[in-house]
């Protein structure tokens, strides 16, 4: 069986990280991984999905529609934005309520969503959803906010919603941070104690 997480932020808030980190700690396990990521928008600060697939063997390595078993989401808008991966009978969201108002809105006076208008429009496709302050939390606990995304997969291991192991994720993030690794994996253990 694959699984399949779809990780949804915006530039600079560690997708990109976040889908090298799950794919090595799949694949420290045995696991074949592909994925895809989308690069170009985060520059502008600009939606940015990555798939990351993983199992004993995987076709393609772009999630097929309503098949996605994860949806992280670093921000809340872009959760509802990618509802299409989504099944009700298979998809957990996790959602960080740090929110990154889009340039246009801000140019053009839109107002931003309500937590509550987001849930709304992601219930329909949801098996489950949480939403969990992780870049403040973090801000407060760690002083970095952009830490947010490695508490995310703290959450998503301790809760079984990314069927890893916490001493594959700590791996991979020695091997992806090699110089100074300490701040991202106490954000990891920060949320693997964070009660949701």
């Known amino acids: ?48 999905p990555t798939h990351v697939r993983f199992g004993k063997t995987v076709d393609s390595p772009l999630i097929p529609r309503a098949q996605a078993d994860l949806i992280f989401a670093f921000e809340p808008l872009e959760a509802a934005r990618f509802c299409y991966f989504a099944g009700k009978d298979r998809t ?19 107002e931003y969503p309500s937590y509550e208008k987001i849930k709304q429009m992601i219930s329909p496709f949801a098996k489950n959803f949480v939403f969990v ?44 941070v090699p110089k100074d690794p300490e701040d991202d994996i106490k954000a990891f253990r920060l949320g693997l104690e964070h009660k949701i």
């Not at 996790?94 to 053009?108: E, G, M």
């Not at 490695?150 to 992806?176: C, D, H, Y």
Request: glycine share 12%; proline share 4%; aromatic share 6%.
């Open 133 to 176: 302050d992780a870049s403040h939390i973090c801000d407060e606990k760690l002083g970095d906010p952009l830490d947010g995304n490695t508490m995310m997969l703290g959450l998503a291991v301790a809760n079984g919603m990314l069927p890893l192991k916490k001493e594959s994720i700590i791996e991979a993030i020695k091997r992806t």
């Open 92 to 110: 957990n969201f996790l959602v960080d309520t740090y929110p990154v108002k889009p340039v246009y809105a801000n140019i053009f006076g839109q």
């Open 1 to 48: 069986m694959t699984y399949n997480v779809l990780i949804a932020g915006v530039g600079g808030e560690g997708v990109l990280f976040t889908s090298v980190i799950i794919a090595r700690a799949a694949n420290f396990e045995g696991h074949e991984v592909r994925g895809t990521q989308l690069h170009g928008l985060a520059q502008r600060g600009g939606a940015i």
